[in-house]
């Protein structure tokens, strides 16, 4: 059982004496900013005991140099976007370190294809950087306007050119990392290819905070492809919509973005932001296409492709679609949703993207039988599927048992397709019992014991992912 001693008034002044009397607060209505992430589950909302701003890789050493002797947690933070209550405090308190001050774009070398950034840099502010200079930041999460890449890296985020360029570790040369005792070191390198050792920069991405906090990233940049197009296919089933999953790279299609939103997403979304896609009636499954090139001839002959495979798999509409329109349902969606509805629950699922149709089907079948309405939108290219489980129309009284039901039934078809809980959320805080349940027993005494060596006082964002001592 780990043990951690309350934040005292000497801890807060030895804080302070590190980022400076502005950089640390405790108070109440301040620590109210950080209760929460984006997740919308109100049992996990919790008030951190302290907020502290370090500026400073060495602010930040110093920082969990004090906790890791005077045992207390810290959290790292970066813009509070995730949805799995990772960057909030749970139950053993602590310290929320919010990485808002180190903000910086420390270097962007368009000759050598690479980017150094600081970790509460935006996501989009990033990806701007590099489009400045004809460069693309291939990372792309829908909150790319509010999230911060440390947050991305904490997360592995996924997003809409996952499928093409893979998620958040694929864009990643090197991270500078602080660990639990407060060691600086950096894991990883800029080199394409590398068999030395084990690759400590692929575990700590993606370990939401738990074993160590990134103060710095070089982000690789990829060439920008000079135009793009957006067609939108529309299918009358979802096995037909999900057929050109493996269908377009067969054909020799490369997307860049395959997404998937359902009929009542997109009539939901349509009616939260006001505007109709004039996409016609019916059982309606929607597939966002997107394509690049650098040439607008070869991007012509791309789009007769695919309006010839989607047609030959059941499209009954392919359009080349305004990509500002199509992209703002798309983008709208987890908005639209919770407005619809604020009490739910928000799942991640993951499957091999061929078994997705599978698993719709599966979901459709559940919440039919257990008279409990869902929406689904799903980054398809990677078999990722957001299911937003609304409370609508259940008393309260029947809502957890409901909840708990659905998600017992989810689950086993999730992992009968040989899926997993998160694609890209993580698990945080909300999905640490799942994660308990679900894995293997040995791959987790694997993962605990990584985290133990990481952190041997268990100091950082204790209690995330799994308990060390369950
Ligand atoms: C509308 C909406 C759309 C979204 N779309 C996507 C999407 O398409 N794809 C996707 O993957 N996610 C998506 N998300 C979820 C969320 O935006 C991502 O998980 C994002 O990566 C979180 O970034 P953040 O800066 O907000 O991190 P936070 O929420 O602050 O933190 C997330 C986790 O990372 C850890 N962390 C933060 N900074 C650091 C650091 N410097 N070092 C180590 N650990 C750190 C935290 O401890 C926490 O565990 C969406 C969320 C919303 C609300």
Same mark, same amino acid.
């Given at each position: 059982?780990?043990?951690?001693?309350?934040?005292?008034?000497?801890?807060?002044?030895?804080?302070?004496?590190?980022?400076?009397?502005?950089?640390?607060?405790?108070?109440?209505?301040?620590?109210?900013?950080?209760?929460?992430?984006?997740?919308?589950?109100?049992?996990?909302?919790?008030?951190?005991?302290?907020?502290?701003?370090?500026?400073?890789?060495?602010?930040?050493?110093?920082?969990?140099?004090?906790?890791?002797?005077?045992?207390?947690?810290?959290?790292?933070?970066?813009?509070?976007?995730?949805?799995?209550?990772?960057?909030?405090?749970?139950?053993?308190?602590?310290?929320?370190?919010?990485?808002?001050?180190?903000?910086?774009?420390?270097?962007?070398?368009?000759?050598?294809?690479?980017?150094?950034?600081?970790?509460?840099?935006?996501?989009?502010?990033?990806?701007?950087?590099?489009?400045?200079? =004809?460069?693309?930041?291939?990372?792309?999460?829908?909150?790319?306007?509010?999230?911060?890449?440390?947050?991305?890296?904490?997360?592995?985020?996924? =997003?809409?050119?996952?499928?093409?360029?893979?998620?958040?570790?694929?864009?990643?040369?090197?991270?500078?990392?602080?660990?639990?005792?407060?060691?600086?070191?950096?894991?990883?390198?800029?080199?394409?290819?590398?068999?030395?050792?084990?690759?400590?920069?692929?575990?700590?991405?993606?370990?939401?905070?738990?074993?160590?906090?990134?103060?710095?990233?070089?982000?690789?940049?990829?060439?920008?492809?000079?135009?793009?197009?957006?067609?939108?296919?529309?299918?009358?089933?979802?096995?037909?919509?999900?057929?050109?999953?493996?269908?377009?790279?067969?054909? =020799?299609?490369?997307?860049?973005?395959?997404?998937?939103?359902?009929?009542?997403?997109?009539?939901?979304?349509?009616?939260?932001?006001?505007?109709?896609?004039?996409?016609?009636?019916?059982?309606?499954?929607?597939?966002?296409?997107?394509?690049?090139?650098?040439?607008?001839?070869?991007?012509?002959?791309?789009?007769?492709?695919?309006?010839?495979?989607?047609?030959?798999?059941?499209?009954?509409?392919?359009?080349?679609?305004?990509?500002? !329109?199509?992209?703002?349902?798309?983008?709208?969606?987890?908005?639209?949703?919770?407005?619809?509805?604020?009490?739910?629950?928000?799942?991640?699922?993951?499957?091999?993207?061929?078994?997705?149709?599978?698993?719709?089907?599966?979901?459709?079948?559940?919440?039919?039988?257990?008279?409990?309405?869902? !929406?689904?939108?799903?980054?398809? =290219?990677?078999?990722?599927?957001?299911?937003?489980?609304?409370?609508?129309?259940?008393?309260?009284?029947?809502?957890?048992?409901?909840?708990?039901?659905?998600?017992?039934?989810?689950?086993?078809?999730?992992?009968?397709?040989?899926?997993?809980?998160?694609?890209?959320?993580?698990?945080?805080?909300?999905?640490?019992?799942?994660?308990?349940?679900?894995?293997?027993?040995?791959?987790?005494?694997?993962?605990?014991?990584?985290?133990?060596?990481?952190?041997?006082?268990?100091?950082?964002?204790?209690?995330?992912?799994?308990?060390?001592?369950?």
């Amino acid at each position: 059982m780990y043990t951690y001693h309350k934040i005292t008034p000497e801890i807060l002044e030895k804080l302070k004496a590190i980022v400076g009397a502005k950089g640390v607060s405790a108070d109440p209505d301040r620590l109210v900013a950080y209760e929460r992430d984006e997740g919308v589950e109100r049992e996990f909302f919790h008030l951190p005991d302290a907020v502290v701003y370090p500026a400073t890789t060495a602010e930040v050493a110093a920082i969990l140099q004090l906790a890791n002797e005077e045992l207390i947690p810290v959290i790292p933070r970066g813009a509070g976007t995730g949805l799995e209550f990772g960057a909030v405090a749970n139950h053993y308190g602590g310290i929320i370190l919010s990485t808002e001050k180190m903000n910086r774009i420390l270097e962007v070398n368009a000759e050598k294809m690479y980017m150094i950034v600081e970790p509460g840099v935006r996501t989009e502010d990033v990806q701007k950087a590099a489009g400045e200079v =004809g460069l693309l930041y291939a990372g792309d999460p829908c909150s790319g306007d509010s999230c911060f890449i440390g947050g991305n890296a904490g997360t592995n985020a996924g =997003g809409n050119r996952a499928v093409k360029y893979g998620t958040t570790r694929d864009q990643i040369y090197s991270v500078e990392v602080v660990t639990p005792t407060g060691k600086i070191t950096t894991l990883g390198s800029r080199l394409k290819k590398v068999s030395t050792g084990y690759p400590l920069e692929k575990i700590v991405i993606g370990s939401e905070g738990t074993l160590g906090i990134i103060t710095k990233l070089v982000l690789k940049l990829v060439p920008l492809p000079k135009c793009s197009v957006n067609v939108l296919a529309v299918f009358p089933t979802v096995d037909e919509a999900m057929s050109i999953v493996n269908a377009l790279p067969k054909a =020799g299609i490369e997307p860049t973005c395959l997404e998937f939103m359902d009929d009542d997403s997109v009539r939901v979304t349509e009616d939260f932001i006001g505007e109709k896609q004039n996409t016609g009636t019916g059982e309606r499954n929607y597939m966002i296409i997107q394509v690049d090139s650098n040439d607008e001839d070869a991007l012509d002959d791309l789009c007769v492709d695919l309006d010839e495979l989607c047609r030959a798999h059941g499209a009954v509409d392919v359009f080349v679609a305004d990509a500002e !329109r199509i992209w703002k349902v798309r983008k709208n969606f987890s908005d639209a949703s919770t407005t619809e509805c604020p009490i739910m629950v928000m799942e991640d699922f993951v499957v091999p993207a061929d078994e997705l149709a599978s698993l719709l089907k599966a979901l459709e079948k559940i919440s039919a039988d257990q008279h409990v309405p869902v !929406r689904s939108v799903a980054h398809a =290219g990677d078999g990722n599927l957001h299911l937003d489980i609304l409370k609508k129309g259940i008393a309260d009284a029947d809502w957890p048992a409901k909840v708990d039901a659905f998600e017992k039934a989810a689950y086993e078809a999730v992992y009968g397709l040989g899926g997993r809980i998160s694609g890209e959320h993580g698990i945080g805080e909300k999905r640490k019992d799942l994660m308990v349940t679900y894995t293997d027993p040995v791959e987790l005494e694997l993962m605990k014991a990584v985290k133990k060596a990481f952190d041997p006082n268990n100091i950082l964002n204790p209690g995330k992912i799994f308990e060390l001592d369950d």
